[in-house]
C-alpha cells in the first residue's frame, strides 16, 4: 500500500461508524502513525471523518447517537495514541499562558482538547476551562491567573456569536490590550475573527500557533 493511502483508508473507515471494528480502527491508526505523524493523522484523516460524519447527520442518515458514538472514539484514539507523542515533545520554557475553552452553549470539546495539547507541547501554560463557558469566566480566570492569552473555540453558527461577549466584557472593564484573544472551530473563518475584534483565527491548532507566535513577538519588540 502507498504510505498516503492509510490516510485515505483510515479516513473511510473513521467516518463508516455503523460498521467500525475498534480493533481494527486501532491497528490502522499504527499503521499510520508508522509514517504519519500524529499532527497529519489528525488532520488528513481524523478530522476529515468527523466532517463526513456531520454531513450523514445533516442529511438525516445519522442521529446524535451516532454523533456521541464518533466522539467518544476520537477521544479513546487521541488519549491513547496521539496525545502522548503530542504531548512528549513538550518543552520546560514557557512561552506564555493561555485560557482555553469552549464558549456559552456549545458542548463540542474535542478541537478544543487537541488546542490545549498541541499549544501545551509547543511550550505553553495552559489553563483549560472546559466546555460551556460564560464568556465573564474568561475574563475572570485570565485576571486572576495573569494570561497573556484567552484561545476561544466555537463548533455552532450560533454559540460562535458569543465569542463576542468576551471581547465586549474586555473593552468594558479597559483591558482588551492586556490580552491576545484568538478563536477557531469549524465555522469560524478570518474575516468572522476580524469583525468581532479579536487578534487572530487559527484554522487547526498549528495555524493558531503560528499566528500566537508572531502576535508574541511583535508584542516583546514594543
Ligand atoms: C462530534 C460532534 C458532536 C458531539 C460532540 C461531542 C464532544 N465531546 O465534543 C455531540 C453529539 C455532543 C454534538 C452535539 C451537537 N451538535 Co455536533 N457535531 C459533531 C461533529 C460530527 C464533529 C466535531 C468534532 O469533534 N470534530 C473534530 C475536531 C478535531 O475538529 P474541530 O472541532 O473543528 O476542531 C479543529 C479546528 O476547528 C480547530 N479549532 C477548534 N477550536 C479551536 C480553537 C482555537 C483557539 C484554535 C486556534 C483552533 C481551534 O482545531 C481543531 C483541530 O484541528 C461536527 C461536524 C463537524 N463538521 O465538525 C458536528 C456539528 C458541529 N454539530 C452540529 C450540531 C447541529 C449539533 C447539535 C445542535 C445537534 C442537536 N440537534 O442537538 C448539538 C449541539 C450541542 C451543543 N449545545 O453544543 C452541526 C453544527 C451546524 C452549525 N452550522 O452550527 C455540525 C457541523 C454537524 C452538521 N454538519 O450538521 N455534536
Not at 481524523?46 to 447527520?57: C, D, Q, S, W
Amino acid at each position: 500500500m502507498k504510505h498516503s493511502d492509510i490516510l485515505e483508508k483510515l479516513k473511510n473507515y473513521m467516518s463508516t461508524i455503523e460498521t467500525l471494528d475498534i480493533n481494527v480502527l486501532r491497528k490502522l491508526v499504527e499503521e499510520a502513525l508508522e509514517n504519519y505523524s500524529p499532527e497529519e493523522v489528525i488532520e488528513k484523516s481524523l478530522r476529515p471523518a468527523m466532517e463526513i460524519i456531520g454531513e450523514k447527520f445533516k442529511e438525516g442518515e445519522y442521529f446524535i447517537a451516532e454523533l456521541v458514538l464518533a466522539a467518544d472514539i476520537f477521544k479513546e484514539i487521541f488519549n491513547t495514541y496521539l496525545k502522548p507523542r503530542i504531548a512528549e515533545r513538550g518543552k520546560a520554557k514557557t512561552l506564555g499562558k493561555v485560557i482555553i475553552g469552549t464558549i456559552e452553549g456549545d458542548i463540542h470539546d474535542i478541537g478544543k482538547s487537541i488546542v490545549s495539547v498541541v499549544f501545551q507541547s509547543s511550550g505553553f501554560e495552559v489553563i483549560d476551562l472546559g466546555v460551556d463557558v460564560p464568556a465573564w469566566k474568561f475574563v475572570e480566570e485570565a485576571e486572576k491567573r495573569k494570561a497573556d492569552v484567552i484561545a476561544i473555540s466555537a463548533l455552532l453558527t450560533t454559540t460562535m456569536l458569543n465569542i463576542e461577549k468576551v471581547i465586549a466584557i474586555l473593552k468594558e472593564k479597559g483591558i482588551r490590550d492586556k490580552y491576545i484573544v484568538i478563536v477557531g472551530g469549524a465555522p469560524l473563518s478570518e474575516e468572522f475573527a476580524r469583525k468581532i475584534g479579536a487578534d487572530a483565527y487559527g484554522k487547526d491548532p498549528y495555524d493558531g500557533l503560528k499566528k500566537l507566535k508572531e502576535l508574541l513577538a511583535k508584542r516583546h519588540k514594543q
